[in-house]
């Protein structure tokens, strides 16, 4: 895990107590929206496009082991072209 990653463990932990409840919100163009949704597995997804339609708004509510996971679920996020981490 590099200094950034480990800040960030550390935030996680200091906000949220694992395993538990975790919110993930990202923002993508229309057509990547499934491929976010899929990024946690029997997760609740909501789904609020923006006015024009172009991009999506995209909440994935999950409860999580621990904040490693929540951790590897963004660098998977990472690799989806365009994605914003809100």
Known sequence: ???????????????HN??????????VKTEQQ?????????AEVRIKPSSGNKYVSVTIEAEMESSEDVINIYKEAKK???LIAL
């Open 1 to 15: 895990m590099n200094a950034e990653e480990l800040a960030f463990k550390e935030k996680l932990e200091g906000a």
């Open 18 to 27: 694992f395993p538990g409840h975790y919110s993930f919100k990202f923002i």
């Open 34 to 42: 499934q491929v976010v949704e899929k990024l946690v597995d029997g």
């Open 80 to 82: 989806i072209e365009g």
